[in-house]
């Protein structure tokens, strides 16, 4: 299987089985600081909520619901998978690594060492109308950071 193969792999297996999808009655843990953001596409019709926990200075919980494309919503499971147990400032490294291979157009490659499966996005910034689907939970992301903190 090839690097490319692996990758769309791991983009197909996330828009099936969503990590941290289900926004809705899920708790803050008891003396976290929360934040939620609501992001949408107008281009496309993409839209994510996204809620964040922050405890101690590290993302306790996220949780996120949306409908869209299954860039977008693969996008969203990698993250919340990879963003739990994270501190603030690692999660906003993280988020400025994303952006700027997505941004890239195909220059810069992702490192998944810090990226984890969104390496596999990678692909995604040779297509300029693909980056904003990619790219929507990660901005949701960051907004509700920024709230919690």
Same mark, same amino acid.
């Given at each position: 299987?090839?690097?490319?193969?692996?990758?769309?792999?791991?983009?197909?297996?996330?828009?099936?089985?969503?990590?941290? @999808?289900?926004?809705?009655?899920?708790?803050?843990? /008891? #003396?976290? =600081?929360?934040?939620?953001? +609501?992001?949408?596409?107008?281009?496309?019709?993409?839209?994510?909520?996204?809620?964040?926990?922050?405890?101690?200075?590290?993302?306790?919980?996220?949780?996120?619901?949306?409908?869209?494309?299954?860039?977008?919503?693969? @996008?969203?499971?990698?993250?919340?998978?990879?963003? /739990? #147990?994270? =501190?603030?400032?690692?999660? +906003?490294?993280?988020?400025?690594?994303?952006?700027?291979?997505?941004?890239?157009?195909?220059?810069?490659?992702?490192?998944?060492?810090?990226?984890?499966?969104?390496?596999?996005?990678?692909?995604?910034?040779?297509?300029?109308?693909?980056?904003?689907?990619?790219?929507?939970?990660?901005?949701?992301?960051?907004?509700?950071?920024?709230?919690?903190?």
């Amino acid at each position: 299987m090839s690097l490319d193969q692996l990758y769309q792999q791991i983009i197909l297996d996330h828009s099936k089985a969503r990590h941290g @999808s289900g926004l809705a009655g899920i708790a803050a843990p /008891e #003396g976290a =600081s929360t934040g939620q953001s +609501h992001q949408l596409n107008p281009v496309c019709g993409d839209e994510v909520t996204l809620r964040v926990a922050v405890e101690d200075g590290k993302v306790a919980q996220i949780s996120w619901d949306g409908a869209g494309c299954s860039i977008s919503m693969a @996008s969203a499971s990698v993250l919340s998978e990879l963003a /739990e #147990g994270m =501190s603030v400032a690692e999660l +906003h490294e993280v988020i400025g690594k994303f952006r700027e291979v997505l941004r890239s157009r195909g220059k810069i490659h992702a490192d998944p060492e810090i990226l984890g499966d969104a390496a596999a996005f990678e692909g995604v910034a040779r297509y300029a109308a693909r980056v904003k689907c990619a790219m929507i939970s990660w901005v949701a992301a960051e907004d509700a950071l920024n709230q919690a903190s």
